[in-house]
């Protein structure tokens, strides 16, 4: 099928369109972008820079992906940003390339940007996030997958959100939150286990109550950190395909602590 491309908008004459691509009227297509087979551009949408859209992404009114970083460390050349397929970005959303020429902004597949909501410069984010309308991600915030951030949120640069977490609406998170758990407040902590989202991601009960126990370990007992950890490992089992061992594995790269 043939690229449809609105009179009124304007396509540099360098970018690259797949197949069955439409760009609706009003939109401007950089000279630097590559856009994938069955991608919608809808009217007054901006993308430009050096940006990779994969294949089936939609993009609504008013978004801009691929505008500049906003890091004053920013010192020239192309820096990049690099998008999967199948992603929804709604009405403008804003996604930027990283700041160092050299690098990328990463967002992977079938994520979903409500209007408003912001990934900042150096973001690595994977599959299946659902963020919510006015929330933001700081540069260099690392984002696994199954994800859900809820409206308003804001996270702090390089903070990492480990795989089906949830960041509650209106909170501000300045430490990492591990996989598996729901933090909430201003500044955030985790508050519970995402219990929600692990019944509806299919978990096993048996899955569920091994991050409830490893939560109540963390976050309740009268231990620090370290020694949390340590009981964990002593006490239960971390092989290294179960979600305790993610936990673990998680808890001791944090740089930033965790919420």
């Not at 760009?23 to 856009?35: L, Q, R, S, T």
């Not at 990328?104 to 309308?133: K, P, R």
């Not at 673990?248 to 790269?253: G, L, M, T, Y």
């Amino acid at each position: 099928m043939s690229v449809k491309i609105h009179p009124q908008a304007i396509v540099e004459t360098s970018a690259q369109l797949g197949v069955d691509v439409e760009v609706g009227p009003f939109c401007y297509i950089g000279g630097g972008v590559e856009i994938g087979d069955h991608t919608r551009v809808l009217h007054h949408a901006t993308v430009e820079g050096k940006v990779t859209l994969g294949m089936g992404n939609t993009i609504f009114p008013y978004a801009l992906i691929g505008g500049l970083t906003h890091d004053l460390k920013y010192q020239g050349g192309e820096p990049g940003l690099t998008i999967g397929d199948n992603n929804i970005f709604r009405e403008y959303v804003t996604a930027h390339v990283a700041t160092k020429a050299e690098d990328f902004t990463t967002i992977g597949s079938n994520n979903v940007f409500l209007a408003y909501s912001h990934v900042a410069h150096d973001c690595q984010i994977g599959d299946y996030l659902i963020m919510s309308s006015h929330s933001a991600l700081g540069g260099h915030v690392e984002v696994e997958n199954n994800v859900n951030i809820g409206w308003g949120a804001g996270v702090h640069q390089f903070c990492r959100l480990g795989r089906h977490c949830m960041v509650s609406a209106c909170s501000k998170l300045v430490q990492d939150v591990p996989p598996f758990m729901l933090a909430d407040g201003s500044p955030a902590d985790v508050r519970a286990i995402n219990k929600v989202g692990l019944e509806r991601a299919g978990f096993e009960y048996s899955e569920i109550e091994l991050i409830r126990a490893a939560f109540k370990v963390l976050y309740r007992k009268d231990l620090n950190r370290s020694q949390a950890l340590q009981y964990l490992e002593e006490n239960f089992t971390t092989d290294s395909d179960t979600v305790l061992s993610e936990i673990i594995s998680f808890a001791r790269a944090s740089s930033r602590g965790m919420a």
